[in-house]
């Protein structure tokens, strides 16, 4: 008798991996609105891309750019829709090429919501599209903001799935030190942005809309009992925790196992999907961010089908790769 897990677990769904393809890179090069501190090992290479997807028994990558939106500017957001269009395109030739291994999130430019709306309807025809990535705040604006309600009509009338990362934005002073604006600063962004929506009633005014939050949610695991308490100076129809438990979170880290059983109970094993990180490596435990969260999962004490369902049958029933 075939062992199921061993089965699933060979077809594993990352729905949070990263990618810098080339011609994506070159104009960034040529036009980035800040230095860049992008290594070498994250940029496309697919053969080794491959070979690690094979190591740790990756069927299919979700691709997406991890925080497009600090590369251009407020001033220049015509050169922020050419990166989208760029990336967007290389990602769709990357799945043309490869479709059993390959899916991606596309980037669309904003805040400029009428290149933001155009592109999502262009790359929706795109081989592999499979819904949008989106910062935790675009250049320091939240996504309940009124003048972002017509692209999010659009990405609602399209039913689609925003993978939500985190975007650094300016903390207070004393938060930059030990790289703590880094390791804190960005789980609390995703908690606050995650928390807007709940309560600003986005999630009533866009219902199709399905977010993934990265990271585990950041801290809103910890916080959710906390933001409750916030629902009367809210104007949503539900308390956040009817919208929590509506959210999608990936495994990617760091995290702990613990950390991870606990969401299940919260939000439901059906609500966590898996995601690495990758190619974002080494981290200081020694374990590469795949195996990391691979680990995560494995002894997060989840039943079976659970695990099977977080290795693959939940993204791949959110995504429709089947």
């Not at 790359?123 to 972002?148: C, M, V, Y």
Request: aromatic share 12%; proline share 6%.
């Amino acid at each position: 008798m075939v062992n199921r897990l061993t089965t699933e677990a060979t077809s594993r769904v990352d729905a949070h991996a990263h990618a810098f393809p080339p011609e994506f890179m070159k104009q960034l090069r040529r036009n980035a609105a800040r230095p860049l501190d992008i290594r070498s090992n994250w940029e496309w290479d697919e053969g080794r891309f491959l070979g690690e997807m094979d190591r740790w028994k990756v069927g299919m990558q979700v691709l997406s750019l991890p925080h497009v939106y600090e590369y251009y500017s407020k001033e220049n957001l015509r050169f922020g829709a050419e990166l989208c269009h760029c990336a967007n395109d290389e990602y769709g030739e990357i799945c043309a090429r490869r479709p059993e291994r390959f899916r991606f999130f596309a980037a669309p430019p904003l805040p400029d919501v009428e290149r933001a709306c155009a592109e999502l309807e262009r790359a929706k025809q795109l081989p592999g599209f499979s819904g949008i990535t989106l910062s935790t705040n675009i250049h320091e604006r939240t996504l309940d903001d009124a003048e972002f309600a017509t692209f999010f009509e659009q990405a609602n009338r399209a039913d689609v799935v925003i993978f939500l990362h985190p975007l650094q934005r300016p903390f207070p002073r004393e938060w930059y030190g030990f790289r703590l604006e880094h390791l804190i600063g960005l789980p609390v962004d995703t908690t606050f942005a995650l928390a807007r929506l709940a309560l600003s009633g986005f999630f009533d005014r866009y219902p199709k809309i399905k977010i993934i939050a990265a990271h585990v949610g950041g801290t809103l695991p910890f916080l959710a009992p906390r933001i409750e308490r916030a629902f009367r100076e809210g104007t949503s129809e539900h308390r956040p925790s009817h919208y929590f438990g509506k959210l999608y979170y990936d495994t990617s880290g760091p995290t702990h196992e613990a950390i991870l059983a606990a969401v299940a109970r919260m939000f439901g094993a059906q609500q966590i999907v898996f995601g690495t990180d990758y190619p974002f490596g080494l981290g200081q435990e020694g374990k590469q961010y795949v195996e990391h969260a691979v680990g995560v999962v494995q002894d997060s004490g989840l039943s079976e089908p659970e695990l099977n369902g977080i290795f693959s049958g939940n993204a791949r029933q959110l995504l429709k790769l089947d």
